[in-house]
């Protein structure tokens, strides 16, 4: 009989970042998933001062990620670890930057 693994348990041991210029890695951080999930919850908080006009708006972008609902997708085996989060190529630089969820 096929044992049946508890996908609620999947939870992220952090982000990578590995950025790569001219063919080489230059740059390959990786860093603790409880930080990243403080550190979005104090950027959202961030936000909501930035609206009261006490913040400047740099950290705008962070109100759209949804931790909630990769940390859902990743218990009901939609997605899997590692999980590409963002790829981005500066052709003009030579720099390619990849963040993947581990």
Same mark, same amino acid.
């Given at each position: 009989? !096929?044992?049946? /693994?508890?996908?609620?348990?999947?939870?992220?041991?952090?982000? +990578?970042?590995?950025?790569?210029?001219?063919?080489?890695?230059?740059?390959? $951080?990786?860093?603790?998933?409880?930080? $990243? @999930?403080?550190?979005?919850?104090?950027? /959202?908080?961030?936000?909501?001062? /930035?609206? @009261?006009? +006490?913040?400047?708006?740099?950290? !705008?972008?962070?109100?759209?990620?949804?931790? !909630?609902?990769?940390?859902?997708?990743?218990?009901?085996? @939609?997605?899997?670890?590692?999980?590409?989060?963002?790829?981005?190529?500066? %052709?003009?630089?030579? %720099?390619?930057?990849?963040?993947?969820?581990?």
């Amino acid at each position: 009989m !096929e044992k049946k /693994q508890n996908m609620g348990s999947v939870k992220p041991k952090g982000i +990578r970042i590995e950025v790569t210029e001219n063919g080489a890695l230059t740059s390959n $951080v990786r860093i603790p998933f409880f930080v $990243v @999930k403080m550190g979005l919850k104090l950027g /959202q908080m961030t936000d909501n001062a /930035q609206k @009261k006009g +006490r913040v400047n708006g740099e950290l !705008e972008r962070l109100k759209d990620i949804d931790m !909630e609902a990769i940390l859902e997708a990743l218990g009901s085996g @939609k997605l899997t670890l590692p999980c590409l989060l963002a790829e981005v190529d500066e %052709q003009d630089k030579n %720099q390619h930057v990849k963040i993947t969820l581990e």
